[in-house]
């Protein structure tokens, strides 16, 4: 992370709103790493949200941003692709299950 926004960790959230203010490419493709430097950036350069449905309703868009999508007939069904997406919302304590197909989502109450 430090080398791609080229500063020290000490400054990484106000370098990703930067880079982010600046419009910069930010990495893409199936590499795992560009795929978390994506994430990141995109968790760091924006404001905490004010609510539990916020910060869930954030949480998705980021992480749907990374998914690897299934590719009809190039790939078996265990392969590496993004099966499903989960969030904890602990201000609610409940899980959510996310799948990327188009299976209902799940929500368990912990």
């Known amino acids: 992370m430090n080398r791609f926004l080229n500063t020290d960790s000490a400054h990484l959230p106000?370098?990703?709103?930067?880079?982010?203010?600046?419009?910069?490419?930010?990495?893409?493709?199936?590499?795992?790493?560009?795929?978390?430097?994506?994430?990141?950036?995109?968790?760091?350069?924006?404001p905490k949200p004010a609510?539990?449905?916020?910060?869930?309703?954030?949480?998705?868009?980021?992480?749907?941003?990374?998914?690897?999508?299934?590719?009809?007939?190039?790939?078996?069904?265990n392969h590496n692709f993004t099966h499903y997406i989960s969030i904890i919302d602990t201000t609610h304590l409940r899980y959510l299950q996310l799948p990327t197909d188009d299976t209902s989502k799940s929500e368990i109450n912990l």
């Open 51 to 77: 609510t539990a449905e916020a910060a869930v309703a954030e949480a998705e868009t980021i992480l749907t941003q990374v998914i690897i999508p299934r590719q009809a007939g190039k790939h078996p069904a």
């Open 14 to 46: 106000t370098a990703a709103s930067q880079w982010l203010a600046e419009n910069k490419p930010l990495p893409e493709g199936p590499i795992p790493t560009d795929r978390f430097i994506k994430t990141v950036i995109n968790l760091w350069g924006q």
